[in-house]
């Protein structure tokens, strides 16, 4: 049914050979749009197609410019490109944007297109009918190049450990290494060197929160977390449920963590348990090491893909053909992860940084789940049906995770390897909770306080790290690491607000891997056929395709805290 052989695009408004290069090339298309006289429904359809065509050619040439200087911050040129597009072409298409949108609302024609089909994507427009100002326009343009200096400043971070030098990626390695005194150093240093440029990144954090604020203030919003919201389009869900949330994890997660560590502790025989050991082994047993080089990676994840759908694995085996994968950590490289879907290609690309760790197939099976999203979601005939929420969007990711744990003996041939692989796994799904709800509750707290302080704003971090804090592992001496720990969480200044969506996409990627311990093929078949939906109905009902039920309350979350604290116990016993 579903197929990875999907093709770029074909043209029929931009020509074939048309290249983004600068604002003047690109204008006539636009006004075009504008100009043109609707008279029926097909038209109308058809404008719709040719508007769709042009989002794509340009989101296209924006994510390549996006991709490449993250793949080499170290190349000037590249994020010169990448700034161009912010500053002086995509500041002239918003005014562009905001009338094409306006022109399809208030257009007669418009009740004649189906309700079903088009009632998310005609919501989603005039939401952004509803936040446009013109005056946000340069604001907006200097944050997309601000947000970017993250990554920039992250790149050139790099420690050197017994003489040689490691990107903070690579160095993590020596985290699962069986010599706790190795361990610390490693820590240390990596701690050490994020401290160098704590000034810098604060210095840009609250200039990202000064132009948030004013662009929400020029919307007519009090504050910018409304307004975000708005901008995410959170349509089903409140800041009180975020903090029922905060409140369900301190209450049904923290505990079971709690459990976790307090055997990680018993296991390596500590009388206290450090930041350093939490990936450790006892002496004498190795690091898992599933995989030595990038091509031994892409390998084994599309063998490990294919056996759970032969489609999942041919998915990948295209994107590794077109050379859409860059995956090894090196120098100059921009940290973190991220599938980047093309709207024209229709094969995404996946970045990544690793360095030969269990945390890097993790990480590539994650960013493949959302790769299939994106092949499964190309089809549909609109660049704006294929704009799905990103609490969907990390559903597709993170059930990935969990349903590959069942053939990863590609990656770990010795049974006591792969128990250990997905007793890891398990642990870091309860383990990852808090520091979600930390995230998200200190985000709530900053842009609801905007007038706070470096000094005020360290006080109410470590205030809610103690909230969801353990209570196992032990943190004297090390303050002032922990102080500016929330420094390193690239969402904070690329993409504000996002990152509750991995806690309710967690939810329900638990809720889709039960879902799969009964009956596998059913599973994966609402699994694609939620995801093949793209954008096209609401967050529900897209939760509701999958056989999930759009539920973060604290019950629902006790319950499937219950579950995999169970398969994690069966694990442990296999």
Not at 111 to 119: A, I, S
């Amino acid at each position: 049914m579903y197929t990875a052989n999907i093709q770029k695009l074909q043209r029929h408004f931009v020509p074939a050979d048309f290249i983004v290069t600068d604002w003047q090339g690109l204008e006539p298309f636009f006004k075009t749009l504008l100009e043109k006289e609707i008279t029926s429904k097909e038209e109308l359809e058809e404008w719709l197609m040719h508007m769709s065509e042009l989002e794509a050619v340009v989101s296209e040439d924006a994510c390549w410019r996006q991709i490449k200087m993250t793949c080499d911050t170290s190349n000037k040129s590249l994020e010169d490109a990448f700034n161009f597009f912010c500053t002086e072409i995509q500041p002239h298409m918003q005014p562009y944007a905001d009338a094409l949108n306006k022109k399809l609302i208030n257009h007669p024609l418009v009740n004649t297109l189906e309700e079903k089909k088009y009632f998310t994507y005609l919501r989603s427009i005039k939401k952004s009918i509803d936040l446009f100002r013109e005056e946000n326009i340069p604001l907006q343009s200097e944050l997309a190049v601000l947000q970017q200096h993250f990554g920039v400043i992250s790149g050139k971070m790099t420690v050197t450990i017994d003489g040689q030098e490691y990107t903070l990626q690579q160095a993590a390695k020596f985290l699962e290494n069986p010599d706790r005194a190795v361990r610390e150093n490693a820590y240390r240093k990596i701690q050490e060197r994020r401290l160098q440029d704590k000034d810098e990144l604060n210095e840009l954090f609250n200039n990202l929160m000064t132009k948030r604020n004013q662009v929400a203030a020029n919307a007519g919003y009090s504050n910018y977390t409304d307004y975000r919201f708005k901008e995410l389009g959170r349509f089903d869900y409140s800041q009180q449920d975020c903090f029922a949330f905060h409140e369900a994890v301190k209450l049904h997660v923290v505990p079971l963590v709690k459990v976790i560590y307090e055997k990680k502790k018993q296991k390596l025989g500590l009388d206290s348990l450090r930041p350093w050991d939490l990936e450790a082994e006892l002496e004498g047993v190795k690091p898992l090491h599933p995989f030595t080089t990038s091509s031994e990676l892409v390998e084994k994840t599309i063998e490990c893909f294919s056996r759970l759908r032969p489609f999942f694995g041919d998915c990948l085996t295209k994107m590794n053909a077109i050379k859409h994968l860059d995956l090894e950590s090196r120098m100059g490289k921009a940290p973190g992860g991220y599938n980047c879907p093309l709207a024209e290609s229709g094969a995404p690309f996946i970045f990544m940084n690793a360095a030969g760790q269990m945390h890097d197939v993790t990480t590539m099976v994650h960013e493949g789940g959302h790769a299939i999203h994106s092949f499964l979601s190309h089809p549909l005939p609109l660049t704006g049906f294929k704009e799905y929420p990103m609490e969907i969007a990390e559903v597709a990711s993170m059930a990935m995770e969990l349903f590959s744990m069942e053939h990863w003996d590609v990656f770990f041939s010795d049974a006591t390897e792969l128990s250990r692989a997905k007793e890891h796994q398990l642990e870091r799904v309860i383990t990852l909770f808090p520091w979600i709800a930390i995230i998200d509750k200190f985000q709530h707290w900053m842009y609801n306080n905007s007038n706070h302080t470096n000094e005020q704003r360290t006080e109410k971090w470590l205030e809610i790290l103690a909230e969801f804090s353990d209570g196992v592992i032990d943190y004297s001496g090390l303050e002032t690491y922990r102080s500016n720990a929330w420094l390193r969480q690239l969402h904070l200044f690329e993409v504000p607000f996002y990152y509750i969506e991995y806690g309710i996409a967690q939810l329900g990627a638990i809720g889709m891997w039960m879902q799969f311990k009964q009956n596998p093929q059913q599973a994966l078949d609402k699994y694609c056929n939620a995801l093949a939906l793209g954008g096209t109905v609401t967050l529900p009902q897209l939760y509701e395709t999958a056989g999930l039920k759009f539920d973060f309350s604290p019950e629902t979350i006790k319950v499937l805290m219950e579950f995999v604290e169970q398969e994690l116990n069966e694990s442990l016993i296999s």
